[in-house]
């Protein structure tokens, strides 16, 4: 009988880490940041990046069914894409996957700008956004983040790590640029100057 | 084509555009939910529309007249809707942009669109990424994790302690249950002994008659005079605030006449 066990061959103090890390990734259901696995495996950090780096060249796309990726700020497993029709056939489709075009905006202004207020985004879309915040609180891509300071101060939010998770972003640095977006602003800006010589005219 | 009957199909409200101006002039749609823009789009499409549909020469430039009125009496609604609008979303700060110079209100105007113009190319860009990974499962739920870091106790006072302990271990004062057992006759004998009263005699004090019995017989006695007074069949009168309080039977002269009257 083979008695090796089957995905770590050696018995290297660095594979006995990758696979408690392994079993950490298992058990969470949520991503890890390598503090958590650290500390969880009593370890110090940088042999945890090891671990990880031998881990991600088993779990990758064409090795294995499951997946390891770096997202929503930390380490995660998932399925591979290959396996993802027969995972659609055994789960409904996820309930986050399917947004309207003003959820959409909204879950924008709150990636990009963070904690923000309700009336902030009412403010830059331009329409009431009670219910688009209360359908992202529902499906848990956006969460509560403290109150505006001042009187009456409003519940501000922010995205959640599901919301990376969905998107396949390893953190919100990984989102274009504010200042890449918006390519024709220059010209509407030069349109409305030019109405407002008119008129002061 | 006539601008009221334009056919809009928004988030909020689907129908023809007068009805919506209605409505809102009614308040029974908040402004706040209405898309704007989407209006103007619709507006411009069917514009358009018409326009590639237009067949003779003559009559295409007879649409094109009639469709400048309707552009100005387009121009004219949206731009009060407009108004409406940003001064609903605006409220504090509409003073404010009334005093801008108009190359300031441009700016300012610049800016906003400025700023939904790149969230709206970030949810673009978020939508394609939904897209492309659509195909990725991973495992969703409460992350079973201990909770990280352990919460001081604030410093406590062994006094405070004791004293809670003291007051608990002293057993709680015995609550008077008196008000469930009391008793006291019925209103109607109350009634009765009055009604009995007063075929003796006209007239009588309520002191002098029921001075000897105790404060709950005496209210109960009192609500029986209250009860007949209700009936007409006594008049309760005080000469002054603390006075004795005289009972006096009514005459039932007028009743009985009455009652003959009709007999008869």
């Known amino acids: 009988m083979d008695e090796r066990p089957l995905r770590l061959i050696t018995n290297s103090p660095l594979d006995l880490l990758a696979r408690t890390v392994e079993a950490l990734l298992v058990v969470a259901s949520a991503p890890l940041a390598v503090d958590e696995l650290a500390e969880a495996a009593d370890d110090d950090a940088g042999r945890i990046d090891a671990a990880l780096r031998l881990l991600a060249e088993r779990y990758s796309e064409g090795r294995s069914g499951i997946v390891l990726e770096q997202v929503a700020g930390g380490y995660a497993l998932r399925a591979s894409r290959e396996a993802a029709p027969a995972c659609a056939r055994l789960f409904e489709r996820p309930a986050q996957r399917s947004l309207s075009q003003a959820a959409l905006e909204t879950l924008a202004i709150v990636a990009y700008l963070g904690p923000c207020s309700r009336p902030e985004i009412t403010r830059i879309r331009g329409v009431a956004a009670e219910a688009t915040v209360a359908n992202l609180l529902e499906r848990g891509l956006i969460a509560e983040a403290g109150r505006d300071d001042g009187p009456g101060g409003a519940i501000r939010y922010r995205v959640t790590p599901l919301f990376e998770r969905v998107f396949g972003i390893a953190n919100l640095a990984e989102l274009p640029r504010l200042d890449d977006l918006g390519g024709d602003v220059e010209q509407i800006r030069e349109r409305l100057h030019a109405v407002a010589e008119q008129r002061g005219a | ?264």
């Open chain 2, 1 to 264: 084509m006539r601008v009221a009957e334009l056919e809009l199909d928004l988030e909020a409200f689907e129908g023809p555009f007068d009805l919506l101006l209605t409505l809102v002039l009614k308040e029974e749609i908040d402004l706040a939910e209405v898309d704007v823009a989407g209006i103007v789009l619709t507006f411009i499409e069917t514009l358009l529309g018409r326009a590639r549909s237009g067949a003779a020469d003559e009559a295409e430039r007879e649409l094109g007249e009639g469709d400048l009125e309707a552009c100005g009496e387009f121009l004219v609604l949206v731009s009060a809707l407009l108004e409406l609008k940003a001064r609903l979303l605006f409220d504090d700060e509409a003073p404010e942009l009334a005093e801008l110079e108009p190359e300031e209100a441009a700016e300012e105007l610049a800016r906003r669109l400025v700023e939904y113009r790149r969230m709206k190319e970030a949810s673009a860009w978020l939508a394609s990424r939904l897209e492309q990974e659509r195909d990725r499962y991973f495992r969703l739920g409460p992350a079973p994790l201990r909770p990280i870091g352990e919460r001081p106790i604030v410093a406590q006072d062994a006094a405070a302690l004791a004293a809670a302990l003291r007051e608990l271990a002293t057993p709680p004062k015995v609550v008077s249950l008196a008000h469930m057992s009391l008793r006291y006759p019925p209103l109607e004998q109350f009634v009765e002994r009055f009604r009995s009263l007063l075929g003796r005699r006209s007239r009588f004090d309520f002191e002098d008659e029921l001075g000897d019995l105790s404060r709950v017989e005496q209210a109960i006695a009192f609500l029986a005079l209250l009860e007949l007074g209700r009936l007409g069949e006594i008049a309760i009168s005080q000469a002054a605030p603390f006075a004795p309080i005289r009972v006096e039977r009514k005459t039932k002269e007028r009743s009985s006449v009455w009652t003959n009257a009709r007999s008869a």
